[in-house]
């Protein structure tokens, strides 16, 4: 099948759905493409933990380097969002210019202030709920009021204040109320299995619903595996895909956007290599790939006498603290980190327990009920030695390599961490725990891999995510950030997203494109 349109994205997650409603509503006809099934949640996502094994990207991948990376990405309709846990922190000032005010990673070629109308309209349009926060970029109100803090995060919370810090209920696009003919929470702890009653705001049931309304046509089981280049014309011409027989089809468009997430992205691009690019599309500058950010996170386990329950709620973010996000001079290392409370469903209980063995490990899953959870999340700095590459020996079921990760954190990554970790463990002893058990330490959400710049020698596009090298191919997705922040990455990702999609529809009306 061959067919022509204004607009192909790839991916429909978090920034693909929201760059097909915007571009749908300016009038252009719009074809995403997923490689994953489309689920009816209330159907399809019911109550398991199993499910979640659907809705995670579960192809394989090859991991290498010396600390472990969990890319957290998701598959299907919706993406990411469909397992994700709903937080959406905006960043601050300083994460934009972390070169220009503490001498490491890089300044990005935007501002916050580029990006607060657009934080301001995601947040309205996806719909979230909860506080900015004591600490705030600037003091600002979501849509919806914050959720009740479940019991759990109560002890959390206590510990916390106790402690002198000021915990809150962070910015979370799961709805506190009915909003945009979508119910309440009725928290039934379900939140990373896919949410069985779409109070969780996915890109299926917002942006990708709205834009399929007024036509967009979202094709899933599609796995696009080249974007095609013409190089007379210097142009991305559309993309070639795979269905789920392995039939092969064409979708020829005037823009290309890319939003399949910070691994699959960059894994496109190479795999589209062509005489005019032989190291990857859009690859002159070399940096396709590298870069890969993640979050150095560690898990703090507290049990307590008393029963904390604390699967019942929502699974994250019912209680951050965000004062040890400022950059300190005092502190012996740079940038800063958050605490966000998070109790998984059983299994992912056990997979975080990081090395506990024997007697030990048994105490701990009869513990689950008695036991609160931390989430110490810290800011993983730019390292051009973290990457994304093509396997040489692995492949797909297709026969296309796979992607091959990368990572290894530097001295401050490890530093930050340690003291995010230990943080969220005396806070836990504040709150009463009468044991404290330090989990999984991993690299979580992924990030960078097709930065943006200034500057095409050094960075794949520029600040509203047009490649340097190809005027009508465009990244929309995780892969276009400079740093990673501290701070969870979708909301900016879709803030990035909007603000590109305005810009192509503008150059669009001014024939540019
Ligand atoms: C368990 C979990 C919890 C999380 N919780 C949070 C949270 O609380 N807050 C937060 O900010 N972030 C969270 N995240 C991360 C969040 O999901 C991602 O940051 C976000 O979804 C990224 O958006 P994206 O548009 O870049 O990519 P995605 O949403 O991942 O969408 C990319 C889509 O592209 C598709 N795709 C990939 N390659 C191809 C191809 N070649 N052809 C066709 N389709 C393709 C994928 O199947 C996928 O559906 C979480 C993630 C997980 C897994």
Not at 423 to 448: D, T, V, W
Request: hydrophobic share 35%.
């Amino acid at each position: 099948m061959t067919m022509a349109v204004d607009v192909v994205i790839v991916g429909a997650g978090a920034t693909g759905g929201l760059a097909a409603k915007n571009l749908t509503d300016q009038g252009l006809s719009v074809v995403v493409l997923e490689n994953g099934k489309r689920f009816q949640p209330p159907v399809d996502l019911t109550n398991s933990e199993a499910n979640s094994k659907k809705i995670q990207w579960n192809e394989p991948r090859v991991y290498t380097g010396k600390h472990s990376v969990v890319p957290k990405a998701g598959i299907g309709v919706g993406g990411g969002t469909l397992t994700y846990l709903g937080v959406m922190p905006r960043f601050h000032k300083n994460d934009f210019k972390t070169y220009s005010t503490e001498g490491v990673g890089e300044d990005w070629p935007i501002s916050y202030e580029d990006l607060a109308p657009y934080y301001d309209k995601v947040e309205k349009e996806f719909g979230v709920a909860g506080d900015c926060g004591p600490v705030p970029p600037e003091p600002y109100e979501l849509p919806m009021p914050a959720h009740r803090m479940s019991w759990h995060a109560q002890v959390l919370a206590e510990g916390a204040r106790k402690s002198g810090t000021r915990p809150f209920a962070p910015p979370i696009a799961i709805n506190s109320m009915e909003y945009d003919g979508r119910p309440a929470c009725i928290y039934c702890g379900w939140c990373g299995s896919g949410c069985p009653t779409d109070a969780k705001a996915t890109s299926q049931n917002t942006y990708l619903a709205k834009a399929e309304k007024k036509g967009a046509r979202v094709i899933s089981e599609a796995f696009v595996h080249r974007v095609q280049y013409d190089p007379v014309q210097a142009k991305a011409t559309g993309v070639l895909y795979k269905d789920a027989d392995g039939n092969e089809h064409e979708i020829q468009a005037r823009i290309v956007i890319l939003a399949a997430h910070a691994i699959e992205t960059p894994r496109l691009l190479l795999l589209s290599s062509c005489p005019s690019f032989p190291e990857g599309l859009a690859n002159s500058s070399g940096t396709v790939g590298k870069y890969l950010l993640s979050h150095p996170t560690w898990m703090v386990f507290g049990t307590f006498d008393e029963l904390v329950n604390a699967y019942k709620g929502i699974q994250m973010g019912q209680v951050m603290v965000q004062d040890f996000y400022q950059p300190n001079r005092h502190n012996d290392y740079a940038r800063g980190y958050i605490l966000l409370s998070y109790m998984m469903t059983p299994i992912t209980y056990a997979n975080l327990s990081g090395d506990f063995i024997g007697a030990d490990y048994k105490e701990f899953l009869y513990d689950y009920p008695y036991t609160a959870a931390w989430w110490a999340h810290a800011e993983g700095l730019p390292n051009e030695n973290n990457t994304v590459t093509l396997d040489p020996d692995v492949k797909d079921h297709r026969g296309l390599p796979v992607a091959r990760l990368t990572t290894e954190w530097l001295e401050n990554d490890i530093k930050l961490a340690a003291a995010a970790r230990d943080k969220a463990a005396e806070l836990m002893e504040a709150s009463g725990a009468r044991k404290i058990r330090i989990g999984l330490n991993y690299g979580a959400h992924a990030m960078g891999t097709c930065r943006m710049g200034d500057e095409s020698a050094s960075s794949v596009v520029n600040e509203y995510g047009q490649t340097h090298d190809i005027n009508n191919l465009f990244i929309c997705d995780t892969s276009v950030f400079v740093t990673g922040t501290g701070l969870n990455p979708t909301l900016t990702a879709m803030a990035i997203a909007s603000r590109a999609a305005d810009f192509i529809g503008e150059a669009v009306s001014k024939g540019e494109l």
